[in-house]
T-cell receptor
Framework: GAGVSQSPRYKVAKRGQDVALRCDPISGHVSLFWYQQALGQGPEFLTY????????KSGLPSDRFFAERPEGSVSTLKIQRTQQEDSAVYLC???????????FGPGTRLTVL | GIQVEQSPPDLILQEGANSTLRCNFS?????LQWFHQNPWGQLINLFY???GTKQNGRLSATTVATERYSLLYISSSQTTDSGVYFCAVVLGTASKLTFGTGTRLQVTL
């Protein structure tokens, strides 16, 4: 398909486990964003890439969260030593530039037990 | 302070009714988008509208950037319009989208 894809769609982790969430942006989109959506809330910004450069990581809640986009296309969000408060839907979005329309993937629902 | 406010927070309509959703924002915008989040959580793009007016079927939107607000109009509502509507903006010199708190719409028969 031509949209943003994310995997896995659902992830259950035991507290303390590490998880890795993948995002495949729309082909040709140089901007890639990660957002976190808690239950009943709007999405909140985590981090932003322009090609392979991580230009803004101000939204990452702790140093347990790490994101990369080594070749400027696929991105991975990694959460180390997961905690219950990390339970949320993690959304990836891509666009031609920050000021262009952003398109969202279906999200990964993470549940930490 | 609050950067993106949406109203009303909740709205219940009978099928066929019209509605207006409002989004107020606190700074100049380089990007404004309206989304519909369906019951499965997918964010569906409705409009990319940093200024001006657009229409798409039963939906239309207007953004008055100088007065820092945007409106989403839904006409002849259908049950499939139910869900949460988000306004999201790129404010000032930022790159990220800042989302409003959403309007939860329920359309009944």
């Amino acid at each position: 398909g031509a949209g943003v894809s994310q995997s896995p769609r659902y992830k259950v982790a035991k507290r303390g486990q590490d998880v890795a969430l993948r995002c495949d942006p729309i082909s040709g989109h140089v901007s890639l964003f990660w957002y976190q959506q808690a239950l009943g809330q709007g999405p909140e910004f985590l981090t932003y890439f322009q090609n392979e450069a991580q230009l803004d990581k101000s939204g990452l809640p702790s140093d347990r969260f790490f994101a990369e986009r080594p070749e400027g296309s696929v991105s991975t969000l990694k959460i180390q030593r997961t905690q219950q408060e990390d339970s949320a839907v993690y959304l990836c979005a891509s666009s031609f530039s920050p000021y262009n329309e952003q398109f969202f993937g279906p999200g990964t629902r993470l549940t930490v037990l | 302070g609050i950067q993106v406010e949406q109203s009303p927070p909740d709205l219940i309509l009978q099928e066929g009714a019209n509605s207006t959703l409002r989004c107020n924002f606190s700074d100049s915008v380089n990007n404004l988008q309206w989304f519909h989040q369906n019951p499965w959580g997918q964010l569906i793009n409705l409009f990319y509208i940093p200024s001006g007016t657009k229409q798409n079927g039963r939906l239309s939107a207007t953004t008055v950037a100088t007065e820092r607000y945007s409106l989403l109009y839904i006409s002849s509502s259908q049950t499939t319009d139910s869900g949460v509507y988000f306004c999201a903006v790129v404010l000032g010199t930022a790159s990220k989208l800042t989302f409003g708190t959403g309007t939860r719409l329920q359309v009944t028969l």
